[in-house]
Each structure stands twice: as structure tokens, then as C-alpha cells.
């Protein structure tokens, strides 16, 4: 199973640490490690993924590789605007373009982990 996981992490030395563990796994085993996706705010993380952008994430997972047509009529959305949602996130890489041109989650599961704190 694939697993993306998408992080707020506002430092970069953490950030850097865990990806740098991550590779160093990686080469030890020779398996795939999880795929993580640092924000450095929140802010950051929701011009990313809006709630337009999550429902074509899941829908795109229910449906599996699509064109953009199919994809637009599923979420009954013009196909200009769900090509322009799609884009950040293929530049980010939580949705990919196969070797058919359908779009596609490479994903099994997106799992968000981050933590709200109050300054103490």
C-alpha cells in the first residue's frame, strides 16, 4: 500500500532531518518509503488544497485513472476549472499523469498529520 503524507512543519531543520531518514531507509532496505509532503504553514497547505481540490483528490480515487472530461462530469464542474485545480497538484505531485494521459492518485491513502499548539 502507497501512503502520502502531508505535514505542517514550520521548521526547516525537522523537515530536512525527517526526509533525510526517510532517504537513508530507503537505501538501507531498498523499499519504498512513504511519501510526505511538508507545508511550512497552514496557509501554505490551503492554497494547495482547497476543499475544491480535496473532493477531485477523493473523487479521483474512487473513479482511478481519468480524463479530465470524465473527471469534470464526476464532480459536475467545468472541465477549464478542474484543469486549473489539477495543476498545483501535479506540480506538488499528489495527483500524476499515467502513460495514457489519464490522471490518477498514486495513492492508496492520503493521511494528514499535524498538530495545532497553543505558544506556552
Given at each position: 500500500m502507497t501512503t502520502a503524507t502531508i505535514r505542517i512543519q514550520?521548521?526547516?531543520e525537522t523537515a530536512l532531518?525527517?526526509?533525510r531518514e526517510g532517504f537513508v531507509a530507503a537505501w538501507k532496505t531498498g523499499e519504498e518509503q512513504d511519501h510526505v509532503?511538508?507545508?511550512?504553514s497552514p496557509e501554505q497547505l490551503f492554497s494547495v488544497l482547497t476543499p475544491k481540490r480535496w473532493t477531485l483528490i477523493e473523487t479521483l480515487q474512487k473513479l482511478?485513472?481519468?480524463t479530465y472530461r470524465s473527471l469534470s462530469a464526476a464532480l459536475s464542474r467545468d472541465v477549464k476549472r478542474v484543469h486549473e485545480d489539477t495543476a498545483p497538484l501535479l506540480e506538488w505531485g499528489l495527483v500524476e499523469v499515467n502513460d495514457e494521459g489519464r490522471i490518477h492518485v498514486p495513492y492508496d491513502v492520503i493521511h494528514a498529520d499535524f498538530d495545532l499548539r497553543s505558544v506556552a
Open positions: 514550520r521548521n526547516d532531518r525527517q526526509a509532503f511538508s507545508f511550512a482511478g485513472p481519468s
